[in-house]
Each structure stands twice: as C-alpha cells, then as structure tokens.
C-alpha cells in the first residue's frame, strides 16, 4: 500500500493541491451526503455494474443533483456503485463540485482501456489522472473517483475540474476467485491534506483493509478522515474490523472512520437467478471527540431520521450506524480536528442527520422521510401486555425505553452512571460488532435477536406481576389503581410512577439469576436511590418502593418484602461499599 499526496500528483500538472472544505480545522462546519443503495448487481468477465441501468443512472443523477442543491462538501457512494455514465455527463454539462467540496464516488468496473479512452473523451471539460498500469482487456478495475477542482500553481489561470482515479489495492476473497482472477490492481492510495496543522482524508476500497498495517495506520491516524467504501456481504467480519482497531489504539481523538456499503439484502446475478446475500448495510461513522454531543435530544433526533446510537467499548469509541434500508443521507459534520479555535466555539458534537431521503418510482425522485423504520415495532410484541408502554416509551424519547427495559430486568452496571448512552448494556458494542439496541432491532444476529426478545419478554412478565394484586407489597398498593412505566434524568434509578404520581423501583429476575446476584441487584439498586436522596426520610421511602421479583419453583417471590419496612438503621446508612463491587 503506497500512500501518495495529492500535492505530488497535482504538481505534474502543474497544479496546487485544493483546499478542502471539510480539512479546514476550523470551527466551521461541513455537510456530508451520502448514497446506500438498494443492491441490484450482475457480476460478470467485465466487473460488477448495477443490474438495472435505467434505474440505477436516474438513482445516481438525482443524487448528484440533490448534493448540489443542498451545497454538500463531501459526498460519497459505495464500492462499484456509480454508473461512469451518470458521472460523464454530470462532468459535460459541468455539474461538477465548486472549489473546496470533494466527491468520493465508487464507481462500477470499467477496463483500464476504457479509462484511457474516457481520459480523451473528457479532456476538454476536464483532467483525469490514473496511475500507470499496463493494459489487459481480460481484466477489469475496481476504481474510485475523486472529483474536485483545482487551480495552476502559478497564479492568473483557470480553475480546472480533475478527476482522480483510485484503484482497488488488494482483491476480496471469495469461492470462485472473482476479484483474485479478474481485477486488475492498482497500488496507490491518495492522501488529501496533511503536513503542518492539515486534516487528511484518505479512502480505502473495501478489502483493501487487507493489507492496511500498524504503520500505515500509524501514517495516517492523527487529525484524519477515513472513508471505508465497500460492496460487503460481511461488513463486520474480523478482517474488515481489524484496520478501524488499528487506527483507533492510538491516544487522541482525532481519528474518525467513514463506513459506506450498500444497503441490506444485496441481489447479485451472476447468471439466470440471483443469489440473496441476506447481509446487513453496516454503514457507520466512528468517532471519540471528547466533546461528542450524546445528549438525548440530539442522538434521538438522530435516531428518528436512521442514525442510530452505539458505543464501541473495545475502542471506547461512539459508532453511529445507519438505518440499513436503501436511502441517501445529509448530515452536518463538525471537523476531525480544530486548530485555532477558541474554547468557547470549539465544540466536535460529532455528524448530525438532517435529512433522510428514499427513492420514490412514481415520482423517479429522491424524498424526504421524516422518520425511518428502526424494526422496533416488529419486536415490541415480544413485551406482551407491557407492548403499548413500551412502544409509548420508544415513541418519546428511544433511549428512555433502553434504560426503563434493562432497569426492569436488573440489567445495570455497578456505578450510578449505568443509564449513561456510553453505559447502557443494550448500547454498549464489542469487538464484533452485533447490535443489540432495543430500539434499532435490523440487526438480524442471533445474539441480538434472542437479547432483544428475552428483555421484552421480561418486562411483559413484570407488567403482569405489576398488574397482580396479590404480588404487590403495601408499599406499592397505590399501583392497584393505575401506573405507568416511567424513566426521568431526575430520579434515574426508578422505572415506574402509580396513577397518584409516586415513583417506585420494580425488576424482575426471572428464574436464570442465581440467589446471590438476586441479591446483589436489590442492595446495588438500594445503594442507588440511598445516594440519590439527601433526605433521610425520602432515602428510607425510595428503598421502601423498591421491589425485586423472581421465580422459584414456577412461584413468582419478591424478595425479602419487609426488608424496609422493618429498616432499623439510621436513614444514612449505606446498603455496603459499593464501590469495592465488581
């Protein structure tokens, strides 16, 4: 992998290196539009192209367009996606991008041939460069297509619209040896930016990551963008992972990862009959500025529009990933690094999703949707009667539900923080990446799937026992007349308020939990609301509502349900030294 500056390039042209929009460290921040198509693809001797033309080349124009309009800085689309001929006619009619912006585009497969005689074909709206190969007409290439505008080094001439070409560096590995017998590979990828206090932005084609090292991660991790294009069936497999932990070990913040494939469930026709993939999207953006913004009002504006929440605990880093539905996206970005830039103003919040939209066939145009489907409507179900609260919960604000379903299950960490978005076992991701939001439920793993079922299905079990007379103790007797489950930032360790508007604790274990950990949620949770109340009196009534149930012998039991109600100690005294718990 040789990693070649822009400048270099540029300068045998005579011309200076741009300056990019979204590498300027400034507190000004820049749009990104990105396309995740619907995977209609034929694989054949001449590469892989979209299956249907017409649709795909009105898809891409649209999308292009839109971009303008909406004054993008930075627009990508996936591996082997773009039509060349969408592309050639946008650079005719010179619907190319304005000074500072960059088009990132993976293009479909096309001949080494083909691109010398498309370099002529072009030379007179604008200049396409390609490192050297040596022709083949057997084999085809995986090309990625910078377009941006550049001036002469000497001052006084015309801008000029160039056309970088980057070729695929390392073939993907499948049965019938697709790539390995028929791509023709390139050797450089192209870094924009760096030097001094620049930004980089460098690009990598799917498996290219396969020969990504420590050394170049090393080259490239401080103040950088990285753009991860890819035609994936398994976006998250540990090969495809291992270059994000590479550049993410480093200390800092700096560092952000831009994942792009094609949208879920690819068709790919290599013949008469298709092949299903079944495979997920896996777009994401990996992020760890210290000043990310993971309030809820803006992770659920987020999330409405298909940008979904999850923290990366092995590279303690925030992954957002997208709705996995075929759709072009808009965000604001702010930059990976700011120099210069007073304290006051210098906020990274990280991207934030304006605009979701879906192709509609009747209009043969992109439109907006106010709300993407996050699958979780297809789940709740699972809650049984606790269904309609749940999806109330999910409805106002998604991160409340996370934090009231693994309340209701005793499924909390040993600090008072467990509700943090960064703390939540539900939102919290490990090395492979599955999924287990309760309110993003596309992930289709079998661990995310069971873990989503088994706490819905354990807070429909509490809902009935809440809803059982005989299992209430006299401290919750007002839920006989009416409750709701609940979550609010000012009592955080309570997951439902009675009808009369007075807050409570209630879990239920199920029957898997041993006695000792049983026991260990209630003191935990004890703890909690202990440390939560500088009254003595309220401390005493908040544990007092507190109710743990499990089954023992097909029984439903609360555990020890006169522990408060005898309570003895000084209304101070702590369950035990929390902090020693493991």
Not at 450 to 477: M, Q, S
Request: some cysteine; charged content about 25%; proline content about 4%.
């Amino acid at each position: 992998m040789q990693i070649t500056p822009i400048a270099e390039v540029l300068a045998t042209e005579g011309l200076a290196a741009p300056v990019i929009n979204a590498l300027v460290p400034d507190g000004v921040n820049y749009k990104v539009a990105l396309m995740q198509p619907c995977g209609q693809i034929k694989a054949s001797s001449i590469g892989v192209q979209n299956r249907d033309r017409d649709l795909a080349r009105k898809q891409f124009g649209k999308f292009l367009a839109g971009t303008q309009a909406a004054g993008a800085d930075l627009v990508v689309t996936p591996e082997y996606s773009m039509p060349w001929e969408t592309l050639v006619v946008a650079i005719k009619e010179n619907r190319v991008p304005a000074a500072g912006k960059l088009w990132v585009l993976g293009c479909e497969s096309i001949k080494y041939s083909e691109l010398q005689a498309l370099k002529e074909e072009l030379a007179p709206t604008a200049v396409v460069l390609f490192e050297e190969l040596q022709p083949d007409e057997q084999r085809f290439t995986d090309p990625l297509v910078y377009v941006f505008n550049a001036v002469p080094i000497n001052e006084g001439g015309a801008s000029k619209t160039i056309v970088l070409v980057q070729f695929k560096t390392h073939p993907m590995g499948d049965n019938n040896h697709f790539e390995v017998n028929g791509m023709q590979r390139g050797t450089r990828i192209y870094q924009f930016g760096g030097g001094g206090q620049g930004l980089k932005l460098v690009s990598l084609i799917c498996s290219d990551v396969f020969a990504f090292q420590d050394a170049d991660a090393l080259a490239i991790y401080d103040r950088a963008v990285v753009i991860h294009i890819q035609l994936n069936r398994k976006p998250r497999q540990n090969q495809f992972r291992q270059y994000r932990d590479r550049l993410l070990q480093y200390k800092g913040d700096e560092t952000e990862v831009l994942c792009l494939n094609w949208a879920s469930d690819v068709r790919e026709w290599s013949g008469e009959q298709p092949t299903l993939w079944n495979n997920i999207a896996g777009s994401a953006w990996y992020l760890r500025p210290k000043d990310f913004d993971e309030r809820d009002a803006t992770l659920n504006a987020n999330h409405r529009r298909g940008l979904y929440y999850t923290w990366l605990e092995t590279s303690q880093a925030h992954a957002l990933f997208f709705n996995y539905n075929p759709a072009t996206y808009l965000l604001v970005a702010t930059k990976v690094a700011h120099i210069g830039v007073t304290a006051s103003v210098s906020r990274r919040r990280g991207p934030q999703l304006l605009q979701t939209r879906v192709w509609n066939d009747a209009g043969e145009d992109w439109v907006e949707q106010l709300e993407a489907d996050d699958g979780f409507s297809g789940v709740v179900g699972e809650a049984g009667h606790a269904k309609d609260q749940i999806q109330n919960l999910r409805d106002a604000n998604p991160m409340d539900a996370e934090r009231v379903l693994a309340l209701c299950a005793g499924k909390i960490r040993h600090d008072g923080g467990w509700h943090s978005v960064r703390r939540l076992d539900s939102c919290v991701i490990d090395g492979s990446e599955v999924i287990r939001r309760m309110t993003f439920c596309q992930d289709t793993d079998p661990e995310a799937t069971e873990f989503r079922v088994r706490r819905l299905k354990r807070c429909g079990r509490l809902w009935d026992i809440l809803n059982t007379h005989k299992y209430l103790p006299p401290a919750l007797a007002d839920f006989k007349d009416g409750f709701r489950l609940e979550w609010s930032s000012n009592s955080p360790h309570q997951n439902a308020i009675s009808e009369k508007g007075k807050r409570a604790t209630v879990v239920y274990m199920g029957e898997e939990a041993s006695a000792a950990r049983i026991e260990e949620i209630a003191k935990t949770l004890a703890e909690f609301l202990h440390r939560g109340f500088s009254d003595p009196g309220a401390s005493h009534s908040a544990r007092q509502r507190l109710a743990v149930w499990f089954r023992k012998n097909e029984e439903i039991v609360q555990l020890d349900p006169g522990r408060y109600i005898k309570f003895d100690r000084p209304g101070d005294a702590s369950e035990f030294d929390i902090g020693r718990e493991t």
